[in-house]
């Protein structure tokens, strides 16, 4: 599986939109990109996965460029809630999710 | 629904001692995750289970730690002895085979 690579941390104020960037540029044609994050002291969470197409549900938008060798994870209005480590994993045809370090992104009032 | 379902939630051993957890997947999910996370890195895989069998168990340190899932649906890890190293936030997931995984909150073991 490629691996990503995603900044240590970000900041965002509450109601702004949360922008999260991921390189992963030995992605292959047939590995999706997957977001989860994580709230301190709980599991992580599922928000949205996609292959090449953009893609957005109730809780974020993904962005994939062309390539695909890079993509956003959008928060469209980023609230206190949102403050967690956001993880970008590039995953096979495998079950296997290969987390990282991911972005601990802090949202202030 | 219910979510995945982890106990206990914290743990206080001390080292050589043995440990357990019980994690309850989501019910008809036939796949089953364990998952060890260290302070300030991501989970890493340590087995996972296609029904009662371990398809995956390549991460998992089979000289102290060994894993069940009778009938297909509840799992046991066990650690035993325990060492100071294994102090970290134990994590179950279940999912629908190539869908999207589910976590439980974590067991957080901490070994003096």
């Known amino acids: 599986d490629a691996k990503t690579t995603q900044p240590p941390s970000m900041d965002c104020a509450e109601g702004r939109a949360a922008n999260l960037p991921c390189n992963h540029s030995t992605i292959s044609g047939n590995e999706y990109v997957y977001w989860y994050r994580q709230i301190h002291s709980q599991g992580p969470q599922y928000i949205i996965h996609g292959l090449k197409n953009n893609e957005t549900n109730e809780m974020a938008s993904l962005i994939i460029t062309e390539d695909r060798k890079s993509s956003t994870l959008i928060l469209p209005h980023a609230t206190l809630r949102d403050t967690a480590v956001y993880y970008c994993?590039?995953?096979?045809?495998?079950?296997?999710?290969?987390f990282g370090t991911g972005t601990r992104l802090q949202v202030f009032p | 629904e219910a979510g995945v379902v982890q106990s206990p939630r914290y743990k206080i051993i001390e080292k050589k001692q043995p440990v357990a957890f019980w994690c309850n997947p989501i019910s008809g999910h036939n796949t089953l995750y364990w998952y060890r996370q260290n302070l300030g890195q991501g989970p890493e895989l340590l087995i996972r289970y296609e029904n009662e069998e371990a398809v995956d168990d390549s991460q998992l340190p089979k000289d102290r730690f060994s894993a069940e899932r009778l009938k297909g649906v509840d799992s046991t890890l066990k650690i035993q002895p325990a060492e100071l190293g294994d102090s970290a936030v134990y994590l179950c997931a279940s999912s629908v085979q190539g869908y999207e995984q589910y976590f439980g909150p974590g067991t957080r073991l901490t070994v003096t």
């Open positions: 994993i590039v995953r096979g045809n495998t079950d296997k999710l290969i």
